[in-house]
Structure formats: structure tokens, C-alpha cells
């Protein structure tokens, strides 16, 4: 039976995930304060940036745990299947 291999992240990865998340926004959050527009406008764009940040964490989070379910029953299946074999003897005859 082969377990499949457990991938995980490295240190550098995770940094530079969270280093472009805190750019981008940053960078974003900057370009709505120095628009030349008023206040409410400047306000409006920073709740579409909230929600657009919400969103894309809702969204990782919702494909990461259909991935992890995949897995899962993939793994059951495999265990079913492998539990199916080894009480199968092929040498076995059915007398009647």
C-alpha cells in the first residue's frame, strides 16, 4: 500500500505569500488615499478593498478544505479497496 507524500510549505513560500498579501494591499490602500476625489468616494473603494480581501481569504479557504476532502475519501476508498484484496484468496474453490 503506498501513502501518498504529506507536501509541505516552506519557510520561504509562506514568507513570500504573506510579503506579496501585505504589498499589494498596501500598495492599493495607498492609491485610494492620494485619489483626488472626496471622502466618501475614498471610503466606498476601501470597503470594495475590504470586501475583495475577505472574499479572496473565504475562497483559499473553501478550495484548501475541498482539496483536504478529496484526500480523504481517496484515502477511505484505498483502505476499502486494499481491505476488499487481502480477504480475497484466488486460490479458493467454491464446492458446490
Known amino acids: 500500500m503506498s501513502t501518498p ?3 509541505r510549505n516552506t519557510a520561504a513560500y509562506y514568507f513570500q505569500a504573506v510579503a506579496s498579501f501585505v504589498v499589494s494591499t498596501g500598495a492599493t490602500v495607498l492609491g485610494i488615499a492620494y485619489l483626488p476625489v472626496n471622502a466618501w468616494e475614498r471610503a466606498f473603494l ?51
Do not use: C, M, N, W
Not at 51 to 74: H, N, P, W
Open 5 to 7: 507524500l504529506r507536501t
Open 46 to 96: 476601501g470597503l470594495g478593498l475590504l470586501y475583495t480581501i475577505t472574499s479572496a481569504i473565504t475562497l483559499a479557504k473553501v478550495v484548501r478544505d475541498k482539496q483536504e476532502e478529496s484526500q480523504l475519501i481517496g484515502r477511505v476508498d484505498q483502505a476499502r479497496l486494499d481491505k476488499l484484496l487481502a480477504e480475497h484468496d484466488l486460490f479458493k474453490v467454491d464446492v458446490p
